[in-house]
C-alpha cells in the first residue's frame, strides 16, 4: 500500500471511528448555585451526581475553580448551520449553498441544535453529505469565475504537480482548520492532478476541483472540530492554538477561521490571553458575527415559530407570520449591532419595526414592504414580548392563552422547568366566565398551589391587555381586563405589577432574568449544556449583563473565559 493510500484510509478510518461514536455515556445535569433553581434546558434532566469528580487543573484553568466536569466528545460534528457557513467560506461562495435543507434534520433536544453530544451521524446523513460534496464539486468545477478564485497567484502556470500542490495547500488548511501535513498536502494534490486523465477532461483546473472538493467536503477533518487537546492535568486538556482557533470561530461566526485567526494558531500566539482578546473583540466587530447574534436571540424568543402561526379571522392576513420575523430581526440588529445594547433594552424597549403588513396591529401607519422604526406607546409596549410574535405564538382563535404565556415566560425567560399540565386534570368547560383570568384561576386549583398559582398564572396575567393578534385591549367582552398581579422569587423578594410593561421593567432590573440569558450565552457559544463548573462564569455574565453589558459584550467575556481553552481530558 502506497503512502498516499495509506493517509487516505487513515482518513476514512477516523471518519467511520467518529461516525460509530455517537454520544458521550452521559449529559451534564441541571445548574446550581447563583441564586436559582431553574435549568434553562428545555429537555428532561439527567441527575448529575455522577458527573461531579475532582478536577486538577492546568494554570491557565485553575482560575475558574473548576469543581466539575462533564463527560464531552472530542469530536463535535459540525451542525449543519456551521457546516452551509463553513462551505460558504471555505469555496469563497457568495452565499451558503443551501443544501442541508435536505440532509436529515440536526437534533431539536436543545434550543440552539448546536450540542456536541446530540450531533449523531447517521448513514441516511453520510449519504447527504456524499451527495452535497458531489454537487458543490461539479457546480464548482464548470464554473471558472468560482474556481478561479480558489487558484493562488502564485500557482504555476501548467497542469501537473507543482500546480496542484500550490492550489491545495491553503484549500487543505481552511477545510482542516490547521497546517495539513506532508502526505495529506501529497494525497490532495496527486488526486488534483491525476483527475484530468482521470476524467478524461480538457481542463486540469475543472476537473480537480470536480474531484478535490467532494474530497475534502467528506473529509473528516471538515466534518469534525477535533478537539484532543495537549498537557493534560488531571482529568483537564488544553486546546491546542488551532483547536481554540476553531472552537472561537465556530462560537462566534458558526464557520471556519479566516486567516487573521489561523495565522495566531500557526506561531502560537493565539494562546496568549492577550491576542486571544483581541482576536474574539476583532472577530465580535465582523460582519460575520451578526448572523450569529442575531440568530442567538431568535431562537430564544422563538421566532422561528411566527411563520406557523394562523388564524381564521379574516383580519389576519397571510403573510402576517413572514412580517413578525423579518420585524425580529430588524429590532434585533438595530438593538444588539446597531445599539450594542442587550437584554435590558431588549425587554423594555418602546419601539419596534413596521411595514404595511403588521402596522395596523399596532395602531401605527406604513406603506410598503420595508421596515421602519416607529416608537409605540411606553404606556402599552416595551419590548420583545409585547411584540406580536410572542403575543400571537401563546394565542389561538379563541383568544388569548394565559397560561401558555405566563408558562413560556417561566421556561424560556426565566429558564424554568416546562411547566406541562399533571394528569388527570378536569377542566370545566361548561362554566362561563367573564374573563379568561377568572376561568384559568378558577380552573388551575388542582396545581395551583405548586405552579399555577405561583409561578405561570402571575405571569401570563400580565398580558391580557393583548388579544389573540396582539392589539391592545382594555376590555374582554364588557369586563375591563385587570393585568395586575405579582410574582415571588422567593418570600422575601416579591415583585407588584400592573401589567406587562410594568413587568418588563421590574424584571430588567433583576438578577434571576438575566441569569436566564447568561446561561443561553454560554449554551450557544459552548455547544452543550451549562453544569456545575460554569457557574461562575454564568453569575459573572449575568452581573455584566444586570449592569449594562450589551449582549455582544456577553459573547466577548464568554468566549474569552479560560473555559474556552479547555475540555475534559481523554488521555
Known amino acids: 500500500m502506497s503512502k498516499i493510500t495509506k493517509e487516505l484510509s487513515l482518513s476514512l478510518f477516523l471518519f467511520l471511528f467518529i461516525f460509530g461514536c455517537k454520544s458521550a455515556p452521559s449529559r451534564p445535569g441541571s445548574m446550581s448555585g447563583g441564586g436559582s433553581v431553574f435549568s434553562a434546558d428545555p429537555s428532561p434532566k439527567t441527575d448529575t451526581s455522577d458527573v461531579i469528580i475532582e478536577a486538577s487543573v492546568t494554570p491557565t484553568a485553575t482560575a475558574l475553580h473548576l469543581k466539575a466536569v462533564i463527560d464531552a466528545t472530542a469530536f463535535p460534528r459540525l451542525s449543519h448551520r456551521e457546516w452551509e457557513n463553513s462551505v460558504r467560506d471555505l469555496l469563497q461562495l457568495a452565499a451558503a449553498p443551501g443544501s442541508s435543507a435536505d440532509f436529515t434534520p440536526d437534533s431539536g433536544s436543545t434550543l440552539f441544535a448546536n450540542e456536541a453530544l446530540s450531533l449523531d451521524v447517521s448513514s441516511t446523513l453520510v449519504a447527504n453529505y456524499a451527495t452535497a460534496a458531489i454537487n458543490i ?23 501537473g504537480m507543482p500546480r496542484a500542490t500550490v492550489i491545495v495547500g491553503p484549500l487543505l488548511k481552511r477545510a482542516y482548520r490547521r497546517k495539513p501535513t506532508a502526505p495529506e498536502v501529497t494525497a490532495a494534490a496527486t488526486l488534483f492532478a491525476n483527475a484530468k486523465t482521470a476524467l478524461k477532461s480538457s481542463s486540469g483546473d475543472a476537473a480537480g476541483f470536480s474531484a478535490l472538493i467532494p474530497f475534502l467536503l467528506q473529509s473528516p477533518y471538515f466534518l469534525y472540530r477535533i478537539e484532543l487537546g495537549s498537557s493534560p492535568a488531571g482529568n483537564i486538556s488544553t486546546l491546542n492554538a488551532y483547536e481554540l482557533a476553531s472552537r472561537l470561530s465556530f462560537a462566534l461566526w458558526e464557520s471556519i477561521p479566516d486567516d487573521s485567526l489561523l495565522a495566531a494558531a500557526d506561531d502560537g500566539s493565539l494562546l496568549k490571553d492577550s491576542i486571544k482578546t483581541a482576536q474574539i473583540q476583532r472577530m465580535m466587530l465582523s460582519p460575520k458575527a451578526k448572523p ?100 400571537t405564538v401563546t394565542s389561538d382563535d379563541t383568544g388569548s392563552l394565559l397560561f401558555h404565556r405566563g408558562g413560556l415566560f417561566v421556561k424560556d425567560m426565566l429558564c424554568g422547568i416546562d411547566l406541562g399540565p399533571p394528569p388527570n386534570v378536569t377542566v370545566d368547560t361548561k362554566t362561563v366566565y367573564e374573563t379568561q383570568r377568572k376561568r384559568v384561576e378558577a380552573t388551575t386549583t388542582s396545581c395551583g398551589g405548586s405552579c399555577h398559582a405561583p409561578l405561570i398564572n402571575p405571569l401570563g396575567t400580565a398580558f391580557e391587555n393583548y388579544d389573540q393578534f396582539g392589539m391592545w385591549r382594555t376590555k374582554e367582552g364588557t369586563a375591563t381586563i385587570n393585568a395586575a398581579s405579582s410574582y415571588s422569587f422567593n418570600p422575601e423578594r416579591t415583585i407588584d405589577f400592573t401589567n406587562a410593561v410594568d413587568l418588563m421593567s421590574a424584571l430588567s432590573k433583576k438578577f434571576e432574568m438575566h441569569r436566564c440569558y447568561a446561561v443561553k450565552v454560554v449554551q450557544y457559544l459552548y455547544g452543550r449544556r451549562e453544569n456545575l463548573a460554569d457557574t461562575k462564569l454564568i453569575n459573572e455574565l449575568a452581573q455584566a449583563s444586570l449592569d449594562g453589558a450589551g449582549t455582544r459584550d456577553l459573547f466577548v467575556l464568554a468566549a474569552a473565559s479560560a473555559e474556552m481553552t479547555v475540555r475534559p481530558s481523554t488521555k
Open 292 to 391: 450569529a447574534l442575531e440568530y442567538f436571540n431568535s431562537q430564544i424568543f422563538a421566532v422561528p415559530t411566527f411563520t406557523t402561526i394562523h388564524r381564521s379571522d379574516k383580519k389576519w392576513p397571510a403573510t402576517l407570520g413572514d412580517a413578525m420575523v423579518g420585524e425580529s430581526q430588524n429590532f434585533f440588529n438595530d438593538v444588539v449591532n446597531t445599539q450594542k445594547k442587550g437584554l435590558t433594552e431588549l425587554l423594555t424597549a418602546p419601539y419596534t419595526f413596521v411595514n404595511a403588513i403588521n402596522a395596523p396591529f399596532y395602531g401605527v401607519t406604513a406603506s410598503g414592504t420595508a421596515f421602519k422604526k416607529v416608537e409605540l406607546d411606553a404606556e402599552k409596549r416595551a419590548g420583545v414580548l409585547t411584540q406580536l410574535g410572542f403575543l
Open 137 to 159: 464539486g461539479s457546480k464548482i468545477a464548470h464554473d471558472k469565475v468560482l474556481y478561479s478564485k480558489l487558484i493562488p497567484a502564485s500557482a504555476p502556470a501548467a497542469d
